[in-house]
């Protein structure tokens, strides 16, 4: 099934606040109280995003957040993938030492929903989406 942590759900929402802003420096305390989230989980969040290359992180009093040039194109999975790391598909739901999807009778269905989770979340750029 897909892994969608709460992290990656604060990533995402996050870029795409901040993206709508366009040139805006926009604050964790902004974007905290706008989504009530932890100020400190959404700390960690947006500085793994920093890292990724992403954002960046002005410092100040008029300190806060910008999507790096170029990077408002981000897809919703390139978000998922720099939090969650690459998506690797799951084609079963039987965990068994033995290496043999081929008979899983999920395997259609699982099938279905990763290649939509894949085409939904790489089909759209954070910059098209509005809060």
Same mark, same amino acid.
């Given at each position: ?9 604060? /990533?995402?929402?996050?870029? #795409? +606040?901040? =993206?709508?802003?366009?040139?805006d420096t926009v604050?964790?305390?902004?974007? *905290? ?40 194109? /981000?897809?919703?999975?390139? #978000? +998922?993938? =720099? ?11 039987? *965990? ?14 699982l099938t279905s ?19």
């Amino acid at each position: 099934m897909i892994e969608l942590s709460e992290a990656t759900a604060i /990533a995402i929402h996050a870029m #795409i +606040y901040i =993206a709508n802003r366009k040139n805006d420096t926009v604050s964790l305390k902004e974007i *905290s109280e706008h989504f009530d989230i932890s100020p400190n989980h959404l700390s960690k969040v947006l500085q793994r995003l920093v890292k990724a290359g992403y954002l960046i992180s002005v410092k100040g009093p008029k300190g806060g957040f910008q999507v790096i040039n170029g990077k408002e194109e /981000a897809t919703l999975l390139d #978000i +998922y993938e =720099a939090i969650e790391g690459k998506f690797i598909p799951k084609n079963c739901l039987f *965990s068994s030492k033995k290496n043999n999807s081929c008979c899983c009778i999920m395997k259609p269905l699982l099938t279905s929903i990763n290649n939509t989770f894949v085409d939904f979340m790489s089909s759209h750029k954070i910059n098209n989406i509005k809060l």
